[in-house]
C-alpha cells in the first residue's frame, strides 16, 4: 500500500481543486475510482433511497496501513502524487486527496480496512465535526466505506436532492460508464436489496452486454485501430441502430471516462452519410495515448480534459470507426410482423392407432396402417378391417383382393353464373417487357411502386433497392472522385439566377469554391450570377436551382466551403440528378444501377443517410405462409 502523506501547499495549489460531493452519485463516484486506483478486482456498491441514507463500496484491493487511516481523511492528503512533477503524467484516476474529506464532513461514514500483511484490520467512523473513532476489527482483505445520511448536518443542502429513484439512475448510470472504463474489473449495484447490475469482470464486449443487454450488445461493431501514437479499441453501433440523442456515446482515456467534444465530432464525422438527420451513433470507445499527451487536471469532476494536440484524437477516433464500418457493417434486414396464417386443421381420428406398419406393395397400392387399417382409394369406399395383431400378411392380401371395385367418379356440377359485379373493371395488364441482356449476377424480377427494385438476391433472400438513395450515393461518389478540371461542362446558354443581396454576396465570396464543385459562376449585376457551366449530371434548371439553394446554404452558414460545405453541394448535385422515385425507369438502366451497385459492396446509404438496400430473408416469407 502506498504511503498516504499531506501535499505540499505549493502542490495542492495546483491542484483544480473544489467541492467534490454534490450528490450521492458523486460520492460512489470517488469511492468506486479509489478502489480500482487500489487494484481491486471486484467491486460491490449498494445504496437504499437513491443514496441519501446509506451507501457502501466493498473492493477486495490493498486497504490501507492503520496508521495512514487518519491522515487519509484530511485534505490533500494522497498517495498518488507527491510532487509537481508527477501531475503532468497522472496514471491514477485519483490524484487531488480531498474525496474523504469532503464526504467525511457532510456524512457519518464508516471504514473498515485490512491489508494482506496484518492479520486484524481497523474500524474508523466519523462525522462532521465529531471526534472520530478508532478500534480493530475482524474483516477480509481490501476496504469497506459505509456513508449514512448524507447531508445530515447541511439540511440546505439535503433539499436540493431530487427523488429517491432520480438519485437512483444517477448512480447507476455512474457506475454503468466505470463498468465499462475497466472491464477487467467485476462490479456489482444493490439498489433497495435487488441486484441490478453485475458485470463479469474481463473483455469490454461482455461488460457491454451486461450493461446495456443483448439487443444493444446485438447492433455493435468492434473497433481495433492504432494511428500516430493513439489506439483505438471497443465498439460502435450499425448506423442503423443510430439514436435520438448523444446518450449512449462513452469515450475512454486511458480507462477514464470523459466527455471529449473532439472524440465526439470525429465520430459522428465517421457516420456522415449513413445515418440520418437527427439521428447519433452509439459508442464505446477505449483511447489510449502517452499520459503526457493529456491534461486530467482541469476540473473537480475530472471529466473534462485538454489535449496538448487534438488532431492524432480526431484522426485515430475518425479513420479507425471508418474502417470499422466499412469491414463490419451489414445489409438492413427486414422482418414480417403479424399474426401467422390460420391453416386449416384435419379432425381428429377417432381412435389413435397403436402401432404403424408401412408396407410396400408391389400392384402400386396405398401404405396400410396395423392393427386398424383404413383403405382408400380414389372414388373408392374406406374399408375398414379389423384388428390383425400378428396375423400373417396374406390376410391382408386378401382383404385386398374382396375389397369393392372402384367406381367412375361422376363430373360435379358446374357452378352458377355469377352475377356481374358493375362496380369493377377488369383490365388485361400489358406483358411485362423482356427482360435485358446482363452479367448482373443476381435475378432481377422487376419493379415495385416505381421505386424499389426487386432481385432474388440468393437461395435464401430478396433484395429490395430504392433506386433514388442507390443512384443518388453513387453519383456522390463519382462527384468527390472527379478533378476539378473534368467537373464541369459549359452550358449551350447560360443561365442567370435571381438572389437575395446575402445570398448574392455569398456566393460571391466562394466563386472559386463553387469551381470546384464544378460551377462557373460568375457576377451579372447587382442580385444576379449567371451560371455558364454546371457539373455533368445536371442540365441548365437544375443546375439554378442548385446556385440558389448552394447561396442559402452559404448564407446561413456565414463560412467557408470547407470540404464538409462542398459535401453539402455534392449531395445537392446528386440528389438533383438522380433517379426519381415514382418515375418510370426501362429495364436497362436498372440492370446497369444494379451491376453498378454490387460492383461498389461499400455503397449501403445513401448521402442523406437512409439504406440503399435492404434483405428479406425468404424464411421470413415463409413464416407468413406457414411453411415454417
Not at 121 to 132: F, I, N, Q, S
Not at 181 to 202: A, M, Q, V, Y
Not at 334 to 353: F, H, V
Request: charged share 25%; hydrophobic share 35%; aromatic share 6%.
Amino acid at each position: 500500500m502506498p504511503k498516504i502523506q499531506v501535499l505540499d501547499k505549493q502542490v495542492a495549489e495546483l491542484i483544480a481543486a473544489g467541492e467534490v460531493v454534490e450528490r450521492p452519485s458523486s460520492v460512489i463516484k470517488e469511492l468506486v475510482e479509489n478502489a480500482i486506483d487500489a487494484g481491486s478486482t471486484v467491486v460491490t456498491v449498494e445504496i437504499r433511497r437513491g443514496g441519501a441514507s446509506y451507501m457502501r463500496v466493498t473492493d477486495n484491493g490493498c486497504g490501507i496501513d492503520p496508521e495512514d487511516v487518519p491522515t487519509a481523511f484530511l485534505r490533500h492528503a494522497t498517495s498518488k502524487v507527491s510532487r509537481q512533477e508527477d501531475l503532468d503524467a497522472i496514471g491514477t484516476l485519483g490524484f487531488r486527496g480531498e474525496a474523504l474529506a469532503a464526504i467525511s464532513a457532510v456524512g457519518r461514514v464508516e471504514l473498515l480496512t485490512k491489508t494482506r500483511e496484518n492479520d486484524t484490520g481497523l474500524r474508523y467512523t466519523c462525522a462532521g465535526d465529531e471526534p472520530p473513532l478508532q478500534e480493530e476489527a475482524g474483516c477480509p482483505d481490501g476496504t469497506t466505506i459505509v456513508v449514512r445520511d448524507l447531508f445530515f448536518n447541511t439540511p440546505a443542502r439535503m433539499k436540493f436532492l431530487k427523488k429517491d429513484v432520480t438519485e437512483g439512475n444517477s448512480v447507476a448510470g455512474i457506475l454503468d460508464k466505470i463498468a465499462l472504463s475497466h472491464p477487467e474489473i467485476s462490479f456489482r449495484l444493490i439498489r433497495d436489496g435487488k441486484e441490478t447490475l453485475h458485470t463479469p469482470g474481463g473483455q469490454l464486449g461482455p461488460a457491454l452486454y451486461a450493461v446495456y443487454g443483448r439487443e444493444f450488445f446485438e447492433t455493435l461493431i468492434p473497433v481495433d485501430y492504432t494511428l500516430g501514437g493513439v489506439r483505438v479499441e471497443g465498439f460502435v453501433s450499425k448506423p442503423t441502430a443510430s439514436r435520438a440523442n448523444r446518450s449512449m456515446q462513452s469515450f475512454f482515456i486511458n480507462g477514464r471516462y470523459i466527455r471529449s467534444r473532439t472524440a465526439s465530432v470525429a465520430l459522428e464525422e465517421a457516420y456522415k452519410g449513413a445515418v440520418m438527420a437527427g439521428k447519433f451513433p452509439a459508442c464505446a470507445l477505449h483511447l489510449h495515448l502517452s499520459r503526457e499527451a493529456v491534461d486530467v487536471n482541469v476540473h473537480p469532476a475530472k471529466m473534462e480534459i485538454r489535449f496538448m494536440n487534438e488532431r492524432p484524437i480526431f484522426d485515430a477516433v475518425y479513420h479507425g470507426v471508418k474502417s470499422a464500418l466499412q469491414g463490419g457493417d451489414s445489409p438492413k434486414i427486414m422482418g414480417l410482423s403479424g399474426p401467422k396464417p390460420i391453416l386449416p386443421q384435419a379432425p381428429p381420428p377417432e381412435r389413435a392407432p397403436q402401432t404403424v406398419l408401412p408396407l410396400l406393395i408391389d400392384d402400386g397400392e396405398p401404405e396400410i396402417s396395423v392393427p386398424r387399417l383404413t383403405l382408400r382409394d380414389s372414388g373408392a369406399p374406406a374399408t375398414v378391417l379389423p384388428d390383425l395383431g400378428r396375423e400373417p400378411v396374406h390376410l391382408l392380401e386378401n382383404a385386398l383382393e374382396n375389397r369393392p371395385k372402384p367406381k367412375s367418379p361422376e363430373p360435379p356440377p358446374p357452378p352458377p353464373p355469377k352475377k356481374p359485379d358493375l362496380r369493377l373493371v377488369e383490365t388485361v395488364p400489358p406483358p411485362p417487357p423482356a427482360p435485358a441482356e446482363t452479367d448482373f449476377h443476381s435475378k432481377i424480377i422487376g419493379e415495385a411502386f416505381g421505386t424499389y427494385i426487386l432481385i432474388e438476391y440468393s437461395p435464401k433472400a430478396l433484395m429490395l433497392i430504392d433506386k433514388h438513395a442507390a443512384h443518388e450515393r453513387l453519383l456522390y461518389e463519382k462527384l468527390k472522385a472527379q478533378t476539378p478540371e473534368g467537373a464541369a461542362q459549359t452550358l449551350l446558354s447560360p443561365v442567370p439566377v435571381s438572389l437575395q443581396k446575402e445570398e448574392y454576396a455569398a456566393v460571391l465570396e466562394h466563386l472559386e469554391d463553387l469551381e470546384k464543385a464544378g460551377f462557373l459562376v460568375e457576377d451579372f449585376g447587382p442580385g444576379t450570377v449567371l451560371v455558364r457551366g454546371a457539373p455533368l449530371l445536371l442540365d441548365g434548371a437544375d443546375a439554378a436551382g442548385a446556385v440558389m439553394e448552394t447561396g442559402g446554404y452559404l448564407c446561413a452558414h456565414k463560412t467557408d466551403l470547407t470540404t464538409q460545405h462542398l459535401d453539402w453541394v455534392y449531395h445537392n448535385v446528386a440528389c438533383r440528378a438522380a433517379m426519381k422515385a415514382g418515375d418510370t425507369t426501362r429495364p436497362e438502366e436498372l440492370v446497369a444501377l444494379c451491376r453498378e451497385l454490387e460492383q461498389n459492396p461499400q455503397v449501403r446509404y445513401c448521402p442523406h443517410g437512409r439504406p440503399v438496400y435492404i434483405l428479406l430473408p425468404k424464411r421470413e416469407i415463409e413464416k407468413q405462409f406457414g411453411r415454417v
